[in-house]
């Protein structure tokens, strides 16, 4: 079963969204083909800064923002997932998606997926830069990306699949798009998820 995935490194429910899609696919036990479609909840963004004061000025304050980061750190405790968003270094993640696209091309894109989160959600890693992002992306197996994102590789990928999520109508993520044709939205329990998959696979 093919299963497509919009969603944004910056996103803590597309980090929570993976762990539990993950859960249902591994209790599903069919076969399924996972591909990471990019989606940026901020594209102007400029990057640089802490990303909790940024948040400040949008949210309503720094108390609010601690407020929204200890209810994220539980669901992803739960989860077993890191989370120190207080580190966490605002970016356009435009150069992300990309070497998520590359990763697409030499099989590793999943691994390459959740290094990026865990470097964004927990690390403090600044993932404007092109050093960075090659050394993180070599951690999960995919070489050679500072010379590919130096060359342009993968721009006009992300910008047809983000041009795609926006005529799909796609306002938020993480959003699944199952086979082409069903759709669920939102980092749901695993048990939706493992519901969605079989109702899937029983009508394809």
Not at 58 to 64: K, L, Q, S, T
Not at 75 to 91: F, H, M
Not at 161 to 181: D, H, I, K, L
Request: net charge negative.
């Amino acid at each position: 079963m093919n299963i497509e995935i919009f969603s944004d490194v910056v996103c803590p429910w597309c980090y929570l969204g993976r762990a539990r899609f993950s859960t249902a696919a591994e209790a599903f036990g069919g076969d399924t083909v996972v591909t990471w479609r990019p989606f940026q909840l901020d594209p102007e963004a400029t990057g640089g800064g802490l990303t909790t004061e940024r948040m400040a000025d949008r949210f309503g304050g720094p108390a609010r923002v601690a407020e929204m980061h200890e209810r994220m750190r539980g669901l992803l405790t739960a989860e077993n997932l890191p989370y120190e968003p207080e580190k966490a270094i605002s970016a356009n993640t435009r150069d992300a998606h990309r070497v998520i696209a590359l990763a697409g091309e030499a099989g590793v894109q999943d691994a390459v997926v959740d290094r990026l989160f865990r470097a964004y959600h927990a690390e403090g890693r600044d993932l404007n830069d092109h050093g960075t992002l090659a050394d993180l992306a070599a951690e999960a197996g995919l070489d050679g990306v500072a010379e590919r994102l130096a060359a342009g590789d993968g721009e006009t990928e992300v910008a047809e699949q983000v041009e795609r999520a926006r005529a799909m109508g796609v306002s938020g993520v993480p959003f699944y798009v199952f086979e082409g044709t069903w759709a669920v939205s939102g980092a749901q329990p695993a048990e939706v998820f493992e519901s969605a998959l079989r109702e899937v696979a029983a009508q394809a």
